[in-house]
């Protein structure tokens, strides 16, 4: 049997028994939202479903399937101020690596460490509400400009570049590290702030 919680509340979700893979009940509960929710995170028996493989997941049987939770937010939230949500992240987590990078500099690795820990936290809040937003307001990453390339690019080198430098955090080679992070995280960072400022004046004229 599986326990559905949806913003921690249990929900009651009546399956047809011919429905026995995962992404089927998930589909069952997001159908039974409120038109004005929208799915935010899940997890599967605890463990983000995007740390699981994501869509590769949704075709397992659901038997195995203890525990799910699903956090939704509103929409009409997202909507009128999800661009200033993903820049404010952006901001706050550019601040917090450049200090992580010092320290990395200074030998102070395991001050580093635990602020760099800190800033995998707000990077992943950044993304999460950059997906949000672009689902909401239906943006198409490969039309929006930014500085002779577009956002699209833009999140490929960001996945590619967190790669690299967590691969030198689990090296512990701390000097790569903060090059990474100084020459490479952060001015994708800041091409972020350009794109996504752009696309907030864009909307504000258009409105």
Not at 5 to 33: C, F, H, Q, W, Y
Not at 179 to 195: A, F, Q
Request: charged share 30%; proline share 2%.
């Amino acid at each position: 049997m599986t326990v559905v919680r949806v913003d921690d509340r249990i929900s009651e979700i009546n399956m047809d028994p011919s429905k026995t893979k995962i992404g089927d009940i998930l589909d069952a509960v997001a159908s039974a939202l409120p038109a004005n929710r929208i799915i935010t995170e899940i997890l599967l028996n605890g463990t983000e479903l995007s740390k699981l493989g994501g869509k590769v997941v949704l075709d397992n049987d659901r038997e195995n399937l203890h525990d799910l939770q699903i956090h939704t937010a509103d929409k009409e939230l997202w909507v009128a101020s999800g661009l200033d949500i993903a820049i404010s992240n952006v901001d706050r987590v550019k601040r917090s690596l450049i200090r992580a990078a010092e320290l990395f500099r200074d030998e102070k690795n395991a001050e580093g460490n635990h602020f760099f820990a800190r800033c995998i936290d707000g990077l992943e809040r950044f993304i999460e509400a950059v997906t949000i937003t672009r689902f909401v307001l239906r943006l198409d990453f490969t039309k929006q400009p930014v500085e002779g390339r577009t956002m699209a690019a833009i999140e490929q080198d960001f996945s590619q570049i967190l790669k690299e430098i967590i691969s030198c955090q689990e090296k512990q080679n701390f000097i790569d590290l903060a090059d990474r992070i100084e020459y490479e995280l952060l001015p994708n960072l800041s091409t972020w702030t350009k794109g996504l400022t752009a696309m907030k004046i864009a909307r504000q004229a258009n409105s």
